[in-house]
C-alpha cells in the first residue's frame, strides 16, 4: 500500500524534492573530525555515508531491549537480514544507548527523560548530517502516563507543552534562557493516526504531551519520596491539564520536537498510556497486560512503515 | 582504619545515633503497596527490609557496566561472595536501570541526566525508607567536563550549581517553580577529599559542579547538531564559570543534592573530569586513557569504602 497524502508538494509525506538534514551550527564545518562521543561513532573512524547514507526513519524509545524487539520485527516483515541472525548493536562500544539497522529503518534506545534523549539527537542529527541523509523522519515510540484515556489508548503528540501547558521549551544556553517551539509535524501526526484506526486493535488520539523533568513531583504523582502537595492539589492540575488539551504526559516529546523543528527533520511522537492518571498514580497493571500495551506503538509505526515502504 | 572525624555528634562521619531515612510524602503512609516500576520491585513482591536492610552506602553511576565493574572490585576487596560467582542485577526485569549488592554496598546504574536520575532517586529513597535502612550515604561516581584542569583529576563537587552558577535547582511542581539548596555534605567532601590525596595517583580538588540539561547547548559546546553562539560567547561563559568557583561540568549533581538534602541523606558527587573545556570540546583521549580515567572515582570511593568499613 502506498501512502495517499500529496496534498503539497513540500509537505506531502513523500515530496519529491530532497530536504537535507539541516545542522544549524556554523562550527562544525571547520571541524576535521567529528567524534560521536555517546553513540562511539566517529567520522574519522567510520564510513558514515557508507554505514549509514540510505537510513529515511528513526525510530527511538526508552529501553535498549524494546529497541532490539522493534528492528527484529521490521526486519522480519521487510524481509530484511536472515531471521536466524541477531541484528548488531552498532554501538556496541557503549552502554549509554543501543541502536540497530534493517535497511532504510534505524532504531535507538534514548533513556529516560530530556537530558538523556537531548545527548543522543545531537549525535544523530550530526551522524545523518554526515551521512548525507535527506528527508528523514523520527519517531519516538514510548510510554506515558494517560489524562483522561483508558489504559493502552495510544497518543500522537500534537505539540509538546510545558508545565503551565505551553508549547514552548526552556534551554539554558550560555547562561540565558531560550525558548523554543515545541509543535509536532501534524500531517506525519495525522498519517499515524490513520495508521492506528487501521489496525482496528487499540484507541489511538491526537492530543497534547506535556513534557516534564522529573516522573514524580513534576508529573503531580502522590507516591514518590518527596511530595508536598494534596491529593485535591494533583487533580485541580490535572483536570486543569486535560481542558488545556493534554492528553499524556512524558519526558522526552519536547527535545524532540525542538530539535526536529530546528534542524528540518519532521518528528512524530507515538507513546501508549499505561494508566489514567485522573484514576491513580501507581503502574499496577500486570506484567502481561503491561507489555502488549508497550507493543502498541510499535505496531502503530510498523504499520506506517509498512505502507511508506511498500509503496516504493 | 577507622574514621577520625568526631567533631560533632549529629554531623560526624560515623554517628552512634542512627539516622532513619527521611521521606518527606505523607500520603506513603496511606498506601497498601508500593511498585518501585522502574526498578521492578514493590513491597508486595519483594521483603525489602530483608533484602536491604543493611545497606549504608549506595554508589551510582551512568552506565551499568561501569557498575557492575565497580561492585565486583569492592567485593573482592571486602571478601564478599565467591569470586568464582558473578553478583546477580537485582533489576535484572528491567533494562532502565541495573542494581548490584555487596554486603552493606548497593551499586546502581543512574542513566544520564537529572530526569533518568531523579526517577530511580526517588524509588531508591523510598526503598531505602522501606527497607528501615539508617545513616546511608549516597555517592554518585562519574565522568564530566573539566574547566581549567588538567583532564584525568578527580573533582568532589562542595556545591551544584545551575547555568547562572547559582546553589541552587528549580523545579515545576504542578506547574509552579520551587527552587532546593544543593550544597553537599561538606564534611563528606572532605573525607572523600583526604581518601584521593592518600592514594597519591591523581589530583583532586574540592570544587563547584555546575549542573545541565544537555551536554552540548547546556554546556556550551561548539561541537553539537545546533549552536548559535561564537567561541569568544564560550569562552567568557566557562570563564565566568570558573571565577565562579566551577571546576567541573556534568548532568546529574544538582538532583543528587536537593534529594539527598530533602530526605536527611549524606550526599555525595566525585567525577573525573575527561577533558578540560577551556582547550576544547570533544572527547578525543584514547580509548585506553578514558577508561584508566573513569576508573578513578570507583578508586576513590573504594578507598573511601575501606577505610570506613575496615575501622568497623
Redesign the interface.
Known amino acids: 500500500m502506498a501512502s495517499t497524502g500529496t496534498a503539497k508538494k513540500t509537505e506531502g509525506e513523500q515530496p519529491s524534492k530532497e530536504t537535507a538534514i539541516r545542522?544549524?551550527?556554523?562550527?562544525?564545518q571547520k571541524?576535521k573530525?567529528?567524534?560521536l562521543?555517546?553513540l562511539a561513532l566517529g567520522t574519522g573512524t567510520h564510513n558514515l555515508p557508507a554505514l549509514f547514507g540510505d537510513v529515511k526513519f528513526v525510530c527511538t524509545g526508552?529501553?535498549?531491549?524494546r529497541m532490539k524487539a522493534f528492528i527484529t520485527s521490521i526486519a522480519k516483515e521487510m524481509a530484511i537480514g536472515s531471521p536466524a541472525c541477531d541484528l548488531p548493536n552498532i554501538c556496541a562500544a557503549t552502554?549509554?544507548y543501543a541502536m540497530y539497522k534493517a535497511g532504510p529503518v534505524l532504531a535507538l534506545s534514548h533513556?529516560?527523560?530530556?537530558?538523556?534523549i537531548?545527548?543522543m539527537?545531537?549525535?544523530l542529527?550530526?551522524l545523518l548530517?554526515h551521512a548525507k541523509c535527506s528527508n528523514v523522519i523520527i519517531i519516538r515510540i514510548g510510554t506515558s502516563g494517560g489524562i483522561g484515556l483508558e489504559p493502552g489508548s495510544v497518543v500522537i503528540t500534537k505539540q509538546a507543552v510545558?508545565?503551565?501547558?505551553k508549547p514552548q521549551l526552556e534551554?539554558?544556553?550560555?547562561?540565558k534562557s531560550v525558548l523554543r517551539n515545541t509543535d509536532l509535524d501534524e500531517k506525519l501526526a495525522e498519517e499515524l493516526l490513520e495508521c492506528g484506526k487501521e489496525l482496528h486493535q487499540f484507541n489511538t488520539v491526537i492530543g497534547n504531551t506535556m513534557c516534564?523533568?522529573?516522573?514524580?513531583?513534576?508529573q503531580?504523582r502522590?507516591?514518590?519520596?518527596?511530595?508536598?502537595?494534596t491529593?485535591e492539589?494533583?487533580m485541580k492540575?490535572l483536570k486543569?491539564a486535560h481542558e488545556a488539551g493534554v492528553r499524556n504526559i512524558e519526558?522526552e516529546s519536547a527535545i524532540v520536537a525542538a530539535?526536529c523543528n530546528?534542524?528540518g527533520i519532521k518528528g512524530a511522537v507515538v507513546c501508549v498510556t499505561l494508566l489514567n492518571r485522573l484514576q491513580g498514580d501507581?503502574?499496577?497493571s500486570s506484567h502481561e497486560a503491561l507489555v502488549e500495551y508497550e507493543e502498541r506503538p510499535q505496531k502503530l509505526v510498523g504499520q506506517f512503515l509498512k505502507k511508506r515502504l511498500g509503496g516504493k
Chains 1, 2 share one sequence.
Not at 23 to 28: A, D, E, G, K, Q
Not at 62 to 65: E, N, T, V
Not at 212 to 218: I, P
Open positions: 545542522v544549524p551550527n556554523p562550527h562544525l571541524m573530525e567529528d567524534v562521543y555517546h526508552g529501553s535498549p531491549l552502554d549509554r533513556g529516560i527523560g530530556m537530558s538523556s537531548a545527548t539527537l545531537h549525535e542529527i550530526k548530517h510545558n508545565a503551565s501547558f534551554q539554558m544556553v550560555l547562561g516534564t523533568l522529573d516522573f514524580y513531583e513534576g503531580a502522590l507516591d514518590g519520596a518527596i511530595c508536598s502537595y491529593e492539589d494533583k492540575y486543569a519526558m530539535m530546528l534542524s501507581q503502574i499496577t
